[in-house]
């Protein structure tokens, strides 16, 4: 449980185990007992005040797989042991010109799961039968979490980058959302080129193992212009990289919900003729769709995709996220059983 926002250099443990009352479905809700929950560098943002939440307490969380305990009234669609996940998108109004459109990431009334509600940081959490997520039977909980969010965000990130097969993407950061970008790529192409800047050796080389055609640091300037990058990064160097990485016409999309300030004057050092010229394109991602999971997830069941997982019993949750602060491969899960 979060009770204060503060960067993890002055609190390195800030999250608090808590014995509390299980939750109780509502109208309309599920009651969820959660097998295991993805670390995502949101939580970060929250924990250490980039993104706080507008309630304290809160249990961070929104990657969490589980079986359905128990349905609250007129909660419809599920039965208790059905296996089930909570996503970042906890609920959207579902009328609103957005919602209407098929863009309920973009709802003004959006809600997320571990900022806005309770998430997965726990032994049980609740939310809104219409927004739980079916999680394909192929695919254990352990694999499933890190697709709810680092998968699906990378998803939608693919899609507005208007890559296709043949054109050069490049991915800043290797985290857990970039390696399941680059392992996607590769399942469709396995001649794919993807070019990987990061800024650790460690990500560089793992990038190199899953197939990348090329690593190197995040200013490095890649063997050929990239048609497309995705930018997964808290911070802004690598968009100046990405930007003269680009080819004429290539698109950058912006994978972050924030930015750290640290090195904002990166910004700076960009060039308009070789930086931005040339009608480069800069978009950001927004959040998630119900349908931008689902199809991520039953991509991964049909392919065999799966996240490259290091698991940490839940009691090591701050342990993860210090792994997570540091620069980690892969995804990182917590277990509650």
């Not at 204060?4 to 250099?9: D, E, S, T, V, W």
């Not at 250490?48 to 609250?72: D, F, K, S, T």
Request: proline share 9%; glycine share 10%.
């Amino acid at each position: 449980m979060l009770e204060r926002p503060a960067p993890l250099q002055e609190e390195p443990e800030p999250l608090k185990a808590a014995d509390s009352p299980d939750p109780v479905p509502g109208p309309g809700e599920i009651l969820i007992r959660v097998a295991a929950c993805g670390v995502c560098h949101t939580e970060l943002d929250e924990i250490e005040g980039r993104m706080p939440p507008p309630r304290l307490p809160v249990i961070p969380g929104h990657q969490a797989v589980g079986r359905v305990e128990a349905l609250g009234p007129e909660a419809v669609g599920w039965r208790v042991g059905d296996r089930v996940g909570a996503a970042w998108i906890f609920s959207a109004c579902g009328h609103c010109s957005f919602c209407r459109e098929g863009r309920e990431n973009l709802c003004p009334e959006f809600r997320a799961t571990g900022r806005d509600a309770d998430g997965g940081y726990a032994d049980r959490l609740v939310m809104p039968a219409a927004f739980a997520i079916p999680i394909p039977g192929e695919i254990d909980d352990q694999h499933a979490a890190p697709l709810l969010c680092a998968g699906a965000i990378g998803w939608r990130s693919l899609r507005l980058s208007g890559y296709a097969p043949g054109k050069l993407l490049g991915l800043t950061g290797f985290g857990a959302s970039a390696h399941l970008v680059l392992r996607t790529v590769l399942a469709a192409d396995p001649r794919a080129q993807v070019f990987v800047f990061a800024r650790d050796e460690a990500q560089r080389r793992f990038a190199i193992e899953l197939g990348a055609e090329w690593a190197g640091n995040l200013l490095d300037a890649p063997p050929k212009p990239l048609d497309a990058v995705i930018d997964t990064t808290p911070a802004w160097t690598p968009i100046v990289g990405a930007l003269r990485a680009l080819g004429p016409g290539g698109t950058l999309v912006i994978n972050a919900i924030r930015k750290e300030s640290a090195d904002k004057e990166a910004l700076l050092r960009l060039d308009y003729p070789s930086d931005l010229w040339m009608e480069k394109e800069i978009r950001s991602v927004a959040n998630v769709t119900r349908v931008d999971v689902n199809e991520f997830l039953g991509l991964a069941a049909r392919t065999g995709l799966r996240p490259e997982v290091r698991d940490y019993a839940l009691r090591d949750a701050n342990c993860a996220l210090g792994d997570l602060r540091r620069g980690s491969t892969g995804a990182l899960v917590l277990r509650t059983t």
